[in-house]
């Protein structure tokens, strides 16, 4: 297979280490590249820093003057001519009443009036206050030819527009997408280039041992739980087991004697005051993490869809039952915080401790009729063997009836 595998959008900024590309990283110099990298096809081309917009009208027409969307009028420049000669130019920017101002073209035509209210700065396209007054200097554009309506005459006018930062934004979020949108078309188009090779290769079972994932989760889940419960880290002050030592000394492991009694105790208590083997859980999405960590859980693949959803979770619930016999125990460490652990306490049974990390917790207690269930599977792909493979049939009471 030579088809490389597509890596996700970056971007290195100046003196600084490569990072994963975001939408205020694209400008008009380097958003092409990465439409050229991911061959994007459908895509919006960046915005003009500024446009002009003309407009004339003859003999009492109203001028008529549309501004962009993206954009805000800035300043303008107007003129009046009948048939033979230039009436005059005009701004509006401190008049009431339109009157048609100058009567030489070459040096009344580059003087600009200004439509933003003076000392404002380009305001955004929410600014209510400043675009009511941009309206209203702009109506006054349309009809500054108006006292000249009995006479023959032409009205022009050209208003030049700057791009908002909005646009500019809004531009960037489309490109971001477009560029993510064809990222995500070539790592699927690799994905399943992929397990066409690996299917006319023959079969290759996928991921790992389901059963090897659930005690992982168990694991896990376990070690978070244990650390809600005594407030601590695992490694924090007080939480960390040194009994054994096996730093001090080079290639040697040696026990310290003095911390073992005390470090023994809480390794008991936490270890069988609950009944582990019996721990249920169910995990939450991603959104329940922290936001910066959203795109990198939702990445995370299994080809067991549960442990796929521990991968992605953001947040679990976990419930374990307390050991017949110590509910006292617990109570009182949830009331005091203090572990006893004393020869008053009874020890966990070796055998029976070992039966229960083994999966053997004893005679099974029939509650109710037995009932078929459909569970999901990675095995799909001995669909595509050729020739087919005869898979095993069960019966009800767990022998093999048939088999390949």
Avoid at 8 to 33: C, K, M, Q, V
Avoid at 194 to 219: H, T
Wanted: aromatic content about 10%.
């Amino acid at each position: 297979m030579t088809m490389p595998m597509p890596k996700p959008p970056s971007f290195t900024p100046l003196n600084e280490s490569e990072r994963e590309l975001l939408p205020t990283d694209l400008s008009e110099d380097n958003y092409l590249e990465y439409v050229r990298q991911y061959r994007v096809t459908e895509f919006t081309p960046p915005l003009p820093d500024i446009v002009y917009i003309n407009s004339g009208a003859s003999d009492g027409t109203k001028l008529e003057i549309n501004i962009p969307a993206g954009y805000l009028p800035t300043r303008y420049v107007t003129n009046l001519a009948d048939g033979n000669s230039v009436l005059g130019v005009q701004t509006l920017s401190n008049q009431n009443t339109p009157e048609p101002a100058g009567t030489n073209p070459n040096t009344d035509y580059d003087k600009w009036g200004t439509i933003l209210p003076s000392g404002l700065s380009l305001p955004d396209e929410t600014d209510s206050v400043t675009n009511k007054k941009i309206e209203k200097q702009i109506e006054k554009l349309t009809q500054l030819h108006m006292p000249l309506k009995d006479k023959a005459y032409h009205a022009s006018v050209i208003v030049e527009c700057k791009k908002t930062e909005r646009a500019t934004v809004d531009w960037q979020l489309g490109v971001y997408k477009a560029i993510l949108d064809a990222y995500t078309r070539l790592l699927d188009e690799y994905n399943a280039k992929l397990d066409q090779v690996r299917s006319e290769s023959g079969i290759s079972i996928l991921g790992r041992n389901e059963a090897i994932n659930r005690e992982i989760e168990k694991r896990e889940l376990k070690r978070a739980a244990i650390s809600i419960l005594r407030g601590k880290q695992f490694g924090d002050e007080d939480f960390e087991f040194t009994a054994i030592d096996d730093e001090t000394v080079p290639d040697s492991v040696e026990i310290l004697f003095s911390k073992l009694p005390e470090q023994s105790a809480s390794i008991r208590f936490f270890e069988q005051i609950f009944e582990w083997h019996f721990l249920t859980y169910l995990f939450y999405p991603y959104y329940w993490a922290r936001k910066s960590k959203w795109k990198s859980y939702t990445m995370l693949k299994d080809t067991d869809p549960q442990f796929e959803k521990f991968l992605q979770a953001g947040r679990a619930r976990v419930r374990i039952p307390v050991r017949r016999g110590y509910e006292s125990i617990i109570i009182n460490y949830l009331s005091t915080g203090t572990i006893i652990w004393d020869d008053s306490v009874p020890i966990v049974n070796l055998v029976e401790e070992w039966k229960e990390q083994s999966g053997e917790y004893g005679e099974a207690t029939k509650v109710d009729e037995p009932w078929t269930i459909t569970i999901p599977t990675s095995l799909v792909i001995l669909d595509q063997t050729v020739p087919p493979i005869e898979l095993p049939e069960w019966g009800e009471d767990g022998n093999e009836i048939t088999g390949g």
